[in-house]
């Protein structure tokens, strides 16, 4: 059974500090997603990271995905209090089943 | 918004009653994902439609099963309701061409009370 776990769980920040979230695996992916959920709605997808190595920036975001493909990181830059929201890292298998992670929930407090 | 529209909002009901959640995808997408979404478990897989044909399945219960109708709406049936059901459900669709990005609709809240 493929798993993600994602660290931490929470994270309680105050507005203008870095923080990084983290997605791990012992299964490799074919490609890894990041979501920002908010209350009432739906994931929204953030990025799709596809090579091993790869870095991806949107904004103050920047993503990374693990050499051999099983891990990635979420790092957010002088976080603001609009960046609350839940965090979901997953990863798409071979047959194209995305694994999700259980998610970061991050508070940003002005 | 992402396109994708599920009825209803909300949904309260009562232990081994039967429910139905609806989901439209964005227009011209092919396939439509479940999703199952609780507290303890995560957001979790349930089950796969392509153009009308179940694709995969995932923790789906065998009280659960879904249908994706010729006009590509998909129905999500959820039987003999047990208390652990009440959770978040979600409808995703893909584009035609099935590749990996899923758009997800705002979600079902259930409650089994």
């Known amino acids: 059974t493929q798993l993600l776990e994602q660290s931490p769980q929470f994270l309680s920040i105050q507005e203008g500090e870095n923080l990084t979230v983290y997605c791990n695996s012992s299964?490799?992916?074919?490609?890894l997603q990041w979501y920002r959920q908010e209350p009432g709605e739906g994931p929204v997808l953030l990025v799709t990271?596809?090579?091993?190595?790869e870095v991806k920036k949107l904004k103050r975001l920047t993503f990374q995905f693990g050499d051999a493909r099983k891990d990635s990181s979420l790092h957010i830059t002088a976080a603001q209090p609009g960046d609350t929201g839940l965090y979901l890292c997953?990863?798409?298998?071979?047959?194209?089943?995305?694994?999700f992670g259980q998610g970061t929930e991050l508070s940003v407090k002005p | 918004d992402s396109g994708v529209t599920q009825t209803p909002k909300h949904l309260i009901t009562a232990t081994g009653q039967r429910v139905t959640l609806r989901c439209s995808p964005r227009?011209?997408?092919?396939?439509v994902y479940w999703y199952q979404q609780s507290l303890d478990q995560g957001l979790q897989f349930l089950i796969q439609?392509?153009?009308?044909?179940?694709?995969a399945k995932g923790n789906i219960l065998e009280r659960f099963s879904a249908q994706q109708f010729p006009d590509l709406h998909s129905e999500l049936n959820l039987s003999s309701l047990e208390l652990g059901d009440s959770a978040l459900y979600f409808c995703?669709?893909?584009?035609?061409?099935?590749?990996?990005?899923?758009?997800f609709g705002p979600g079902t809240r259930l409650l089994v009370l």
């Open positions: 299964s490799v992916f074919s490609s």
């Open positions: 439609y392509y153009n009308g044909e179940e694709r």
């Open positions: 995703a669709s893909s584009d035609r061409r099935g590749r990996e990005t899923q758009y």
């Open positions: 997953a990863g798409v298998n071979t047959g194209g089943k995305l694994i």
């Open positions: 990271v596809v090579t091993g190595g």
């Open positions: 227009s011209g997408d092919l396939s």
